[in-house]
């Protein structure tokens, strides 16, 4: 009896053991950002309408505790405008990882963008889906740009990805 005992409470523990998540917790993601709109003291400009731009949100998040992680992003930028695309720029954008609870997350970016601009980004995500190996995101980033001698600039996007 003992023995049986013994075993169903190795068995036990053991799944908690192995359920449990080891902290620090390091995961890398990749995504695509589509700007939807910017607006500035001078003009509201429409993605899709006046130009086209997407972006490619690079990072690794590590996370102290389940509830809150740093995280690095490299973010490339390219637009089309009137035929003519190119990269416009290079963006550093580190930034504090908040757990939200029940998939959702966010994350307060500082922005140093080498077109000369920067500032701030707050970005709220919501994991849609969760397997072993990678996860499924979708995130509403709201960058507020200033500096290279243009007016300061608020801009609503969209951005979906892959967490592993």
Known sequence: ???YTFLFLLLLFSSF??????????TGYFGIMHPIVTVSRDETAV?????????????????KNSKIGFSFEIVPNIKDDNGSSKTTS?????G?????????SFAG???FDSNGRYGFTPV????????NSVSYYA??????????????SFTAGFQFGIAF
């Not at 709220?124 to 397997?131: C, D, P």
């Open 90 to 94: 290079l963006l550093f954008h580190p």
């Open 109 to 111: 970016r500082v922005a």
């Open 47 to 63: 993605n899709f309408r006046d130009y086209y731009a997407v972006s490619f949100p690079t990072g690794i998040n590590i996370w």
């Open 139 to 152: 995130a509403v980033p709201l960058p507020i740009r200033f500096g290279n001698d243009h007016p300061a």
């Open 124 to 131: 709220f995500n919501k994991t849609l889906i969760k397997t």
């Open 17 to 26: 053991t192995f359920s449990q998540t080891t902290y620090p917790k390091i």
């Open 96 to 104: 504090i990882l908040v757990a939200l609870g029940k998939g959702y």
């Open 1 to 3: 009896m003992f023995r």
